[in-house]
């Protein structure tokens, strides 16, 4: 299975390839070659301009790009990695709550790179953005489809007056409305794409990704059916997300059932220690994130119903203890998820072995 971030790089390869043939046909005084390749530009930015203008539905209303964005800045924790697979260049990103340099976590670094991107770094505030600071970034965009913060009307009303404002779709792709958490890859990916006029490149992501999720898939057919969820630890309770969370989301598209812990129609579901079997008694697998809580897998471990559970006695928990891996499992972004099926489905099949003695770590 060839990663996105290969595919990628032999993409590049070859336009360089094709760049260095066009300069040879240049020097040999072709003058079709020429202007074939000043044809095949304007073409190109003729496509771009006819998708604008352009009118979006998101969850805080219709909003209108007149023309094609060059000032992007982002306000969320992943929507920049979102922009750099399409090619979009941001000219301002949060800072990483990795501390990641530009923001950018490791897994995205060759598409930032590709995209010429080289943002600047702020802190959007944690429970309200800063306008003024957004607004001497001179965007043309602001996009917000993964906020660190629930955005009030107020707060949407004074950004709309620096640039047009792309929040999350306001329903999915099968007509669902759709859940701050719980917006799918492809819906995001999609809208982002009709604001920026970089659908083509958008297609072809996704069918790179729905590829390997298929690969995985067919490579484990026995995985169908069987059950797991994304938890963690929490002040002193174990908790689990929401079937819709994107990286229930993930586990879902490897082909195993996420629906079976009821009561998670909220963004997670905390669950008090002496509740910890009934809830996750018969799940085959359940994967904690605990890399940046290292305590949090002794905390588990120590609580009384913990070794009942079905995930302990068969060998079924995954622990994500490298940081790293777990950073690119909460970004649900395309070069994370690529990242994430390379590094995290090695630890599935050694949790879903059936063999008690082998866990995923």
Not at 24 to 44: D, M, N, V
Not at 70 to 77: D, E, F, M, N, Y
Not at 136 to 141: Q, R, T, V, Y
Not at 247 to 256: E, V, Y
Request: contains cysteine; proline residues 5%; aromatic residues 8%.
């Amino acid at each position: 299975m060839i990663s996105l971030t290969a595919r990628r790089r032999a993409g590049a390869l070859g336009v360089a390839a094709a760049a260095a043939l066009l300069l040879a046909a240049c020097s040999s005084g072709s003058a079709e070659s020429g202007t074939s390749a000043a044809a095949s530009a304007q073409a190109s930015e003729s496509a771009t301009s006819s998708a604008f203008p352009v009118t979006l539905e998101t969850v805080m209303g219709e909003v209108t790009i007149a023309t094609e964005p060059q000032r992007v800045v982002t306000l969320g924790s992943h929507e920049h990695e979102y922009l750099y697979a399409l090619g979009v260049a941001p000219v301002a990103v949060p800072v990483s709550w990795q501390d990641y340099e530009l923001g950018t976590g490791p897994w995205a670094e060759a598409d930032r790179v590709a995209a010429g991107a080289e943002p600047e770094v702020f802190e959007p505030g944690a429970t309200t953005y800063d306008a003024e600071l957004i607004a001497s970034f001179e965007p043309d965009l602001i996009v917000a489809t993964y906020p660190n913060h629930t955005m009030t009307q107020e707060e949407y009303d004074l950004l709309s007056g620096i640039a047009p404002v792309v929040t999350r779709p306001a329903t999915g792709s099968d007509g669902v409305e759709t859940a701050e958490w719980g917006v799918t890859l492809a819906d995001e990916l999609t809208l982002l794409a009709t604001a920026t006029g970089t659908t083509e490149a958008a297609e072809e992501i996704l069918a790179d990704l729905d590829a390997q999720f298929a690969a995985v898939r067919e490579a484990h057919p026995e995985w169908e059916g069987l059950t797991s969820q994304v938890g963690g630890y929490y002040e002193g309770q174990a908790f689990v997300y929401a079937a819709s969370d994107t990286r229930n989301q993930f586990l879902a598209n490897l082909g195993l059932d996420v629906t079976a812990v009821e009561g998670t129609d909220s963004a997670w579901l905390q669950i008090s220690a002496e509740q910890l079997d009934t809830v996750l008694g018969g799940l085959d697998s359940v994967v904690w994130q605990v890399a940046t809580t290292p305590d949090a897998k002794t905390s588990l471990e120590a609580l009384p119903l913990f070794a009942s559970l079905n995930s302990t006695v068969t060998g079924g928990n995954v622990w994500l203890t490298d940081t790293v891996l777990e950073g690119a499992f909460f970004a649900n972004s395309p070069s994370s998820i690529a990242y994430t099926i390379e590094h995290m489905v090695p630890l599935l099949e050694v949790s879903l072995d059936g063999d008690p003695a082998t866990v995923g770590e």
